[in-house]
Structures are given as C-alpha cells and as structure tokens.
C-alpha cells in the first residue's frame, strides 16, 4: 500500500532524519568503543608491568617506511626481523609510533637482539617531528643475544653535539647501527617500559579522575600512570579532541571515555580483550565461491536476486571500515577480497547488457548533484581552504568514480528493484555512510550527499556527475579540516582514530 500523494515526502524527510540520528549515534558508539578497548589493553599492559609501546618485528612492514635508512637490508624471520649491513657508515631503523614516548612515566628502554659480529648502538629521536634531533650513544653490541635495559634519563643526550637533558617524550625513535659490510643484527622485540618501583596489577594505575580535573592539574609525577575520564556527551571528533589534549600532557595516560573505567579496570586483573581478528585467506575464496554461484545460478526471485547480489558486492568494504580493520594497510587476504568484490560487480554489469545507465547526462541536468560541491566551494571560500594539489586531485577523481560505480550502478539500482526508488535512496545514503564508519561527522556529510546523488541518478541514469561533485565537494571539504574543528579529517575505519 502507497502512501498518499501529500504525504511520501514527509515520510521520506521524517526517515532520512531518523536515519541521520542512527548514523551519528553509530558513529559516535563506535569511536567510543574503540578507545574503550585501547584503554583495557594499555592498564592490561601496565599492570602485569610493561606498556602499550612494545614491538616484536618480524617482516619490514613492522618498520617505518618497510626498509633501512642507508646501506642495509631486512630479511624476514619468525626469531626477528634480520638487518644485514651494507656497508661500514652508520643505518638507521625506525619503530612506528602512533602515540608518541612517554619518557616521564615510562623512562626505560628494553632491547633484545642478536648479533652476528660487533655493532655499535645508538638511539636517534625527536620530541616533535620537526623538532631538533636527538642522539645517545648506547655502546657496542658483543657477538650473540643480548638484552640491553636502557634507563633513557642517564644516556649522555645531545643534539648537535651539545650535550642536553634527557627528552621527555618522543614523537620519533631510531635505532642507529654501524658495523662491518655483512654484519647481521636480528631485531627480536622491544618496549619501552616504566620504573621497577611501580607496583603491579591495579595500583600501578593512579586513581581515576575527570578529564576537567586533570587538565588543570600541574603535570603528573614520574611515578603515576593517570587514568582520566573524558565528559560525557561527547561525540567521535569531540572524544578524540579530548583524548589528544590528555596525551599532549601525558602520552602514557590511560583514557577511558565515559562509562567504562569498569570494563577498563577489569581489564587490568583479567588481561586485555583479543585483538580484531585478521582477514582469513578462507574469506575471499569463501566470497568468490558465492560470487561465481550467483552468477552462475542466479536465485529466481527476481527481488532476492537483487538483494543478495548488492550484498556480495559491498561486503569487502563492509568488513574492513564496519568492523574497524582497515588502518592505513591492506593485507594479502584483505586485497584478495576486494579483488572478488570488484570482479564480481564488473562481472554483474557485463552481463547485464545492454546497460540502462550511461557515464555523461545533458548538460542542463548537471546543476543538481553539484549543489553539495557549491555549498562546500562557499565555505571553502568563506574560510579560506586550503587548495588540493593536482595529481592528488586527479587520483581523488578516479577514487570517487570507483565508488559511486559500486553505489550507484550495482548497489542502488538493485535496490530500487528490490523495493522502490525511496527505499533504494535512503538505503544507498544510509550505506554510503557507514562506509565512512566511525567518522561521524563525515557519516552525516556523505549521507546528504547520498541522499541527492542517489535520487538523481535513479532517474537520470548518468554516472559522471555524481563522480564529479563527490570527488569536489570531498576535495573542498577536505582543504577546510582541522585537527580540532567538527570535522577532524576524511579518514575512516580503525584509521580514524589515529
């Protein structure tokens, strides 16, 4: 049954609102949950008497930049991560650091290597990334194992070779090695770790306190790990504002958002929550496997077939930015599984023949889907954004092509076959904005978006367009963020929280 003529668009208003409120809660959960359970895996870490900063490298991509700084290089192992010298001058190696080194509360440094023949050691950093660099040499490491205990406040620092009081943070750590050409070094683990003198379990935390108290408290003593509270209320940028201010006073704090120190104080006698688990190898050979079988033998219900193929083609995004396993870095599994994703959308459409979608539209029906791109050029101008560059620009392009293709052609008009052109909108725009989970400012943004592209192109049936004023209202929008405006950054998924 339809509803009256007067009424289907309120209705539509009345659910795209509702809808806008669900994202933004989602959004907002998920931000909340994610710091929740980094703030139980760094009081499990301190209580059994290590910290959140521990490596154990194995392969290059648990190095900065994946390679040596200089004459060397890495080879894989399951003992370590094996560096071989090059040459005689000195190499550099850096640990990734998403929080920078605590080294007021955490103030030593634990080295286990294995070396093939002499090297000599030293540690290179800097407090801010364009800070002055820092240099300690550390000594010359005998041939065999050995764990070195580094207490980085009696290392004779200096910077230019003028000798300076130990850094109280850094925001970059290398390691500098020299030795003959051949030498080799296997990197077995890592970490940075506080004073013998802390107690373990629960009381190495300090006693929980608001964000607002600890802020205009003087610095914490060397001897306290603080566990602050955010406020209440907060949403997604909000919380990570507050978490960035607590961690510019101290990296070490553990930082509990609102109604969950006692999950978070649990942790520290029951041990952390397990990781995200990886993207199985069974994944995309599972998803190619259902792919081929729809293709092959497509279900007979014409309303599930569509269904059921919109579903296929958007689980890989799904599985990496819903469920927060995409931080920055792909993996063999999960690149297999956007592979299967994208061939079988193209596959869809070659089969689909002739199309009932074109890629241009006549130029008068262009205005529409480019209202977003002007609203965002306006306030781009009104506050002075900052200009994308070319090539960037161009690849954004393309980016945006790619997915207003899967949204539009293989997601909404499924959708639209499975139900009708509102449903399809609202559930497109509403996919749309989960795909840019937990950023949920910009889950609200691409949802407006959304909404507009995707009911002009139900009717026009023209690709370009939309591609366009996505890839110009996102480079707009993109000139205007700031660290601590309502819009943090573009970033989604586990990267996000970055």
């Known amino acids: 049954m339809r509803a009256p003529r007067g009424i289907a668009p309120l209705l539509f208003a009345a659910n795209a609102l509702l809808l806008a409120a669900a994202l933004a809660w989602t959004g907002n959960a998920l931000t909340a949950q994610a710091l929740e359970r980094h703030a139980e895996r760094a009081a499990a870490a301190y209580a059994s008497g290590h910290s959140p900063w521990r490596w154990a490298p194995r392969r290059a991509q648990d190095v900065v930049a994946q390679r040596v700084f200089g004459g060397g290089t ?33 103030p030593r440094l634990r080295l286990q290597l294995d070396a093939s023949a002499p090297i000599t050691l030293a540690l290179a950093g800097r407090q801010t990334l364009d800070g002055p660099a820092y240099y300690a040499p550390v000594g010359v490491l005998k041939r065999g194992s050995a764990t070195l205990d580094l207490a980085i406040d009696t290392l ?39 004073p013998p003198t802390l107690p373990h379990g629960t009381a190495a935390l300090a006693a929980a306190q608001p964000y607002s108290r600890f802020m205009a408290m003087s610095p914490q003593s060397a001897t306290t790990l603080p566990v602050v509270i955010l406020p209440r209320g907060l949403g997604a940028s909000g919380l990570l504002a507050a978490r960035d201010r607590v961690r510019t006073r101290a990296p070490a704090a553990v930082i509990v958002p609102h109604g969950g120190l006692g999950a978070v104080l649990a942790a520290a006698v029951t041990g952390p929550p397990p990781p995200t688990a990886a993207t199985s190898p069974l994944l995309p050979l599972g998803l190619a496997l259902l792919a081929l079988g729809v293709l092959q033998r497509p279900p007979r219900p014409v309303r599930l077939r569509a269904l059921i193929e919109a579903a296929v083609a958007l689980v890989p995004a799904a599985w990496l930015i819903i469920g927060m396993r995409y931080d920055g870095r792909i993996s063999r599994a999960d690149a297999a599984l956007i592979a299967v994703g994208l061939i079988y959308s193209a596959a869809l459409e070659w089969r689909a023949r002739p199309r009932d979608w074109a890629l241009l539209a006549p130029a008068r029906d262009w205005a529409l889907p ?12 009104a506050l002075h954004g900052v200009a ?16 207003q293709f899967m ?70 929008i993109g000139g205007l963020v700031a660290s601590e405006g309502w819009l943090r950054s573009l970033e989604v998924g586990a990267r996000y929280l970055r």
């Open 74 to 106: 890495l080879r894989p192992s399951s003992a370590g991560l094996l560096l071989r010298l090059a040459s005689s001058q000195p190499v550099q190696i850096g640990l990734p650091l998403d929080v920078p080194l605590d080294f007021v509360r955490l």
């Open 156 to 194: 004779p620092w200096v910077i230019a070779d003028h000798r300076v009081p130990p850094p109280a943070r850094f925001a970059m750590l290398r390691l500098t090695l020299q030795g003959a050409p051949g030498s080799l070094l296997t990197l077995q683990q890592i970490e940075l770790l506080p």
């Open 370 to 381: 480019m209202i977003p791109a002007l609203v965002a050029l306006l306030a781009w101008i």
């Open 388 to 403: 994308p560059e070319p090539l960037s620009a161009l690849r954004y392009i393309g980016w945006a092509l790619l997915q």
């Open 407 to 476: 949204l539009q052609v293989v997601v909404a008009r499924r959708l639209q076959v499975a139900g009708n052109r509102e449903v399809a909108t609202l559930a497109t725009a509403t996919l749309f904005a989960l795909l840019h989970a937990p950023n949920a400012p910009l889950m609200l943004l691409t949802f407006a978006g959304g909404l507009l592209w995707t009911a002009w192109f139900l009717r026009r049936r023209a690709l370009l367009p939309v591609a366009l004023a996505h890839a110009a209202a996102a480079l707009l």
